[in-house]
């Protein structure tokens, strides 16, 4: 039975909500200053914490809930996860990866969970519920050596 026009009409709005939400999603990105990310983001729902060098901020949005590290000013760490404890699909992953490698780079999966980055800086644990994306800096700075992983 073919579709009436309004059934039509309403699937077709239905969609457009869809693809406006789901591509003005959340993301800060690695390298961004934190007048950059708050700018999108607004301030950060809790006060930040300082570990080290390392200032931590979280913020939230109505999906996602990010934990950005800065380094010296500039986000070097970012572990999002779904704020209602969702799964994130591979659309999820591969959307947030792209955001987060520079122009001209990509990514490659290396294991179960680690993705590499071609500019040899970035990489990203994919968990079921969490992705955590963040530089060589960041790894340094909080003692992971290239060996364990991320």
Request: charged share 25%; aromatic share 10%.
């Amino acid at each position: 039975m073919p579709l009436s026009r309004f059934a039509f009409l309403r699937g077709l709005c239905a969609f457009a909500v869809i693809l406006l939400i789901t591509t003005t999603a959340a993301h800060a990105r690695l390298g961004e200053t934190v007048a950059e990310i708050e700018k999108r983001y607004h301030d950060p729902v809790e006060k930040p914490t300082r570990l080290g060098p390392i200032e931590y901020r979280r913020y939230y949005n109505g999906t996602y809930v990010l934990v950005v590290a800065f380094l010296d000013g500039r986000s070097a760490s970012e572990h999002i996860t779904c704020k209602d404890g969702v799964k994130f699909t591979d659309a999820d992953v591969t959307w947030f990866l792209t955001k987060n490698a520079p122009e001209g780079a990509t990514w490659k999966k290396a294991t179960y969970e680690l993705w590499i980055c071609s500019d040899n800086d970035r990489r990203a644990i994919q968990r079921t519920r969490q992705l955590i994306i963040n530089t060589a800096a960041f790894r340094q700075k909080v003692g992971q050596r290239d060996t364990r992983g991320l």
